[in-house]
Nanobody, 116 residues
Framework: QVQLVESGGGLVQPGGSLRLSCVAS????????MGWYRQAPGKQRELVAS???????TYADSVKGRFTISRDSAGNTVYLQMNSLKFEDTAVYYC??????????WGQGTQVTVSS
């Protein structure tokens, strides 16, 4: 089992930056994938960025060049650095972790609002 605690959301003006954090606890030795999804009102949840234990990172086209996903050396914290934020980045952001045993875990979500 893996527990996830997110932080770092908030209100920011267009062009601003935020950094989201997600700390995993529990069976962290078994993590193979850590990612960030987001869900805006009336829209489906979408993958924003992800990283694997093998070092592969992926980004949604809409955030390439603006967002950066990283993981700490201990392997239990994943970050999402979000720069040049736009109105359309407004959403609830969820941390997601997959482990080698087939487990699939979600954080509680953190609200990001981009508004002037």
């Amino acid at each position: 089992q893996v527990q996830l605690v997110e932080s770092g959301g908030g209100l920011v003006q267009p062009g601003g930056s935020l950094r989201l954090s997600c700390v995993a606890s529990g069976s962290i030795f078994s993590i193979r994938f850590m990612g960030w999804y987001r869900q805006a009102p009336g829209k489906q949840r979408e993958l924003v960025a992800s990283t694997t234990t093998g070092g592969t990172t992926t980004y949604a086209d809409s955030v390439k060049g603006r967002f950066t996903i990283s993981r700490d050396s201990a392997g239990n914290t994943v970050y999402l650095q979000m720069n040049s934020l736009k109105f359309e980045d407004t959403a609830v952001y969820y941390c997601n972790v997959k482990d080698w045993a087939g487990g699939f875990y979600w954080g509680q979500g953190t609200q990001v609002t981009v508004s002037s």
